[in-house]
T-cell receptor, first 112, second 105 residues
Framework: DTGVSQNPRHKITKRGQNVTFRCDPI?????LYWYRQTLGQGPEFLTY????????KSRLLSDRFSAERPKGSFSTLEIQRTEQGDSAMYLC??????????FGPGTRLTVT | QKEVEQDPGPLSVPEGAIVSLNCTYS??????FMWYRQYSRKGPELLMY????GNKEDGRFTAQVDKSSKYISLFIRDSQPSDSATYLC??????FGKGTSLLVT
């Protein structure tokens, strides 16, 4: 068990470009969560998967954001037409229950 | 009113002090209460979680829940410089506090 991994760790992109992040959860965890965190704030919930089903999406997840978890294993989060306000740390977490989360190291996105 | 409120600090204490970190919440339906530690530029790390009211101890850390007051606390005994981090409370996956920044010198 190597924990939750996220790639890339850092991404710098120009405004208007699309970006995709990947999360590999702990293998036996069937729940997977995406969060966004900005400086001085706690993680803000974006979306949640149980196996391959996306069960909940935050109102923060605009039409430019999409997430997938094919086959209930790894997950991807795509942001289309990035804006400067999308600059943040994007965190992925997995869980064997609906209680605690085990977080990855995050992907830091900078939109210039 | 946000569902989870947490004083952002910063809180600065001398090494060896007892630290008290607190959160309040508004939703009486919350049953599970989690504490995470987050070092700078890292993902949060689960410290411990408690169910309903009462205390739970794990080494130098004690989590306390008072459901009647909708108030939870994390106590750190014999604080160390390595405890310097941001401490986040959470009621469930959707509800995190802003975090309290702790510096132990």
């Amino acid at each position: 068990d190597t924990g939750v991994s996220q790639n890339p760790r850092h991404k710098i992109t120009k405004r208007g470009q699309n970006v995709t992040f990947r999360c590999d959860p702990i293998s036996e965890h069937n729940r997977l969560y995406w969060y966004r965190q900005t400086l001085g704030q706690g993680p803000e919930f974006l979306t949640y998967f149980q196996n391959e089903a996306q069960l909940e999406k935050s109102r923060l997840l605009s039409d430019r954001f999409s997430a997938e978890r094919p086959k209930g294993s790894f997950s991807t989060l795509e942001i289309q037409r990035t804006e400067q306000g999308d600059s943040a740390m994007y965190l992925c977490a997995s869980s064997p229950t609906s209680i605690e989360q085990y977080f990855g190291p995050g992907t830091r996105l900078t939109v210039t | 009113q946000k569902e989870v409120e947490q004083d952002p600090g910063p809180l600065s204490v001398p090494e060896g002090a007892i630290v008290s970190l607190n959160c309040t919440y508004s939703n009486s339906a919350f049953q599970y209460f989690m504490w995470y530690r987050q070092y700078s530029r890292k993902g949060p790390e689960l410290l411990m979680y408690t169910y309903s009211s009462g205390n739970k101890e794990d080494g130098r850390f004690t989590a306390q829940v008072d459901k009647s007051s909708k108030y939870i606390s994390l106590f750190i005994r014999d604080s160390q410089p390595s405890d310097s981090a941001t401490y986040l409370c959470a009621m469930r996956a959707l509800n995190f506090g802003k975090g309290t920044s702790l510096l132990v010198t």
